[in-house]
């Protein structure tokens, strides 16, 4: 059984920072291509940034130098290293797992930049 779990939303001033994480089980985690994305009520999905099994990163244009993405293979995570927030950023962010063809998406973490 496949699973994605992401963590660490949350409510945080603007200027702020947050690191969300995403857990995953019943995948061979080390092959995938591994990316977050978000979503504001109303509009599609869009992307923020991939890392692949190579650690190959890219990133969205709205969040290069601000966010950055990283993976540890041992635990099977993704990470999301997010720094000056804006309140643009809130979302819900969402992880998705990538081989070929092959997708898996998790529940998604609400992230809020509000004062």
């Known amino acids: 059984q496949v699973q994605l779990v992401e963590s660490g939303g949350g409510l945080v001033q603007p200027g702020g920072s947050l690191r969300l994480s995403c857990a995953t089980s019943?995948?061979?985690?080390?092959?995938?291509?591994m990316g977050w994305y978000r979503q504001v009520p109303g509009l599609q999905r869009e992307f923020v940034a991939s890392i692949t099994s190579l650690y190959n990163t890219n990133y969205a244009d709205s969040v290069k130098g601000r966010f950055t993405i990283s993976r540890d293979n041992d635990k099977k995570t993704v990470y999301l290293q997010i720094n000056s927030l804006k309140p643009e950023d809130t979302a819900v962010y969402y992880c998705?797992?990538?081989?070929?063809?092959?997708?898996?998406w998790g529940q998604g973490t609400q992230v809020t930049v509000s004062s």
């Open positions: 019943g995948i061979f985690f080390r092959i995938y291509t």
């Open positions: 998705k797992a990538r081989n070929g063809v092959v997708e898996h």
